[in-house]
């Protein structure tokens, strides 16, 4: 008996029996004597029977061998544990192929080290049988919940080489079916036999590299990701959310501040409809020294199928410097055969913003207009009438915030959390995509 642990390599010599192949002569080493079932020759594919002093020949390979990427006998450490690779095969699903590697350790026994060219998971047996997750569609393990990913689906094996407990060979037959949940999958493989269910735990990316020599495969997030593969995005899309969610807060409450304004000046005018212009200087308007917004407002209670066009000039008093801006006020109404109608706006307002400090005056010029109903139902027509005064009173209020440009910095902030999210959500949806579940598996 020898002072070997699980986590530290075991003594070859006590483990590893040199056979030779019955076939070819070549020197197989028998990693597991007493264990394996079936054993391939790594030099000419055939399959032998471990359990025959004369290592009876089951099968005689058909092609030419092939080199597995990790060589049998290599051995590294993964999740605290020192495996030695001693079998390796390949399967195909019909569409897609994939590599396993079976482990062996003399103290943990055997594991699965799966490869799907993107990323390594390993594997082991369940020596309980998963429970129900409340339907067809999931299982339960240790009050973890797995999802069902697709439809039972036929797997064969295409190549073997190396030692299994179990009579492997070409074309071997299982159905599988996969549940799964960010990180890990439990797989179920049937066959006339036998039924088993294996846990297959992502690994970091490099850690099966790392461990058994391989070159660091890329980072590729672009392809169809493994059915249990997390998405890559997920962290990003919560850390978008949370900073996105503060920064939209704070945007809300600064402005909710900033909304706030005090009246500078006001006067009444009065603007004949379908009349001559008529221009008022309404002042002084004093800003202080720091620049700050201006807001103008008109109210014009008493239009009635008419408008007003306002040109506002702000001009500092000193350099003459002017400040122009437009505005509307108008009211229709009438009735169609859809019933009665109305539109317009009689209290128009528009800003002008970072105004710098000084004393203004505010030049307006007012343009009555008249309209009426049209009867055919094309919209309001001109007539033609005595001239009309409305009074108009004009309000200039200091500070305030400009509604479209908080709306603008609203989406500005959304843009981060709405592309995480959104590539969190192709991640999953590429994932799922090429699976479905007939009626006959659930």
């Given amino acids: 008996m020898t002072d070997a642990t699980p986590e530290s390599p075991w003594v070859a010599a006590k483990t590893v029996r040199a056979l030779s192949c019955t076939n070819c002569g070549g020197t197989i080493a028998l990693r597991a004597a007493g264990i394996t079932v079936s054993l391939v020759c790594e030099h000419c594919g055939t399959t032998l029977d471990a359990t025959d002093p004369a290592l009876r020949i089951i099968t005689r390979a058909s092609e030419a061998m092939k080199r597995p990427e990790i060589p049998l006998g290599t ?53 309980r049988l998963p429970g129900r997750g409340g339907g067809t569609m999931a299982v339960s393990l240790n009050d973890q919940l797995y999802t069902r990913f697709g439809s039972t689906y036929g797997t064969w094996v295409q190549f073997v080489v190396g030692e299994f407990y179990w009579r492997v060979a070409v074309e071997e037959h299982v159905l599988v079916t996969d549940f799964v949940r960010p990180g890990t999958m439990l797989s179920s493989e049937e066959n006339e036999g036998e039924r088993t269910w294996t846990r297959l735990d992502l690994l970091d990316r490099g850690e099966a590299e790392g461990a058994f020599g391989l070159p660091r495969r890329p980072v590729d997030n672009g392809g169809t990701p493994a059915p249990h593969e997390p998405s890559p995005y997920r962290n990003q899309m919560i850390e978008a959310l949370i900073i996105g969610l503060i920064a939209i807060g704070t945007l809300l409450v600064i402005a909710i501040g900033a909304s706030w304004t005090s009246t ?65 006020a108008e009211s229709y109404q009438g009735s169609d055969s859809d019933g009665p109608w109305s539109e317009g706006n009689n209290r128009p307002g528009t800003q002008l913003s970072s105004i710098p400090g000084g004393s203004y005056e505010l030049v307006v010029e007012a343009t009555g207009h008249r309209w009426q109903a049209s009867s055919s139902n094309n919209g309001p027509t001109p007539i033609f009438a005595q001239p009309e005064s409305i009074p108009v009173r004009i309000t200039v209020e200091r500070g305030g915030v400009f509604g479209g440009n908080v709306v603008l910095a609203l989406i500005l902030l959304l843009l981060w959390p709405v592309i995480a999210t959104f590539k969190h959500w192709n991640f999953k949806r590429r994932r799922m995509a090429p699976v479905t579940v007939s009626g006959d598996d659930e």
Avoid at 78 to 94: A, I, K, M
Avoid at 98 to 112: H, Q, S
């Fill in 75 to 127: 051995r590294g450490e993964l999740c605290g544990t020192t495996w030695e690779v001693v079998g390796y095969l390949e399967r195909w699903d019909g569409e897609t192929g994939w590599g396993e590697y079976l482990l062996f350790n003399p103290y943990r026994g055997y594991a699965f080290l799966v490869d799907d060219g993107r990323r390594f998971s390993i594997g082991v047996l369940l020596d």
């Fill in 264 to 328: 500078v000046t006001s006067a009444e005018i009065s603007v004949q409809l379908d009349g001559a212009a008529t221009t008022k200087v309404i002042g002084p308007v004093e800003l202080p020294a720091k620049r700050s917004a201006v807001g103008i407002k008109a109210d014009v209670p008493q239009l009635d199928n008419s408008w007003i066009d306002l040109d506002y000039s702000l001009v500092d008093r000193r350099t003459q410097q002017s400040f122009d801006v437009y505005a509307t």
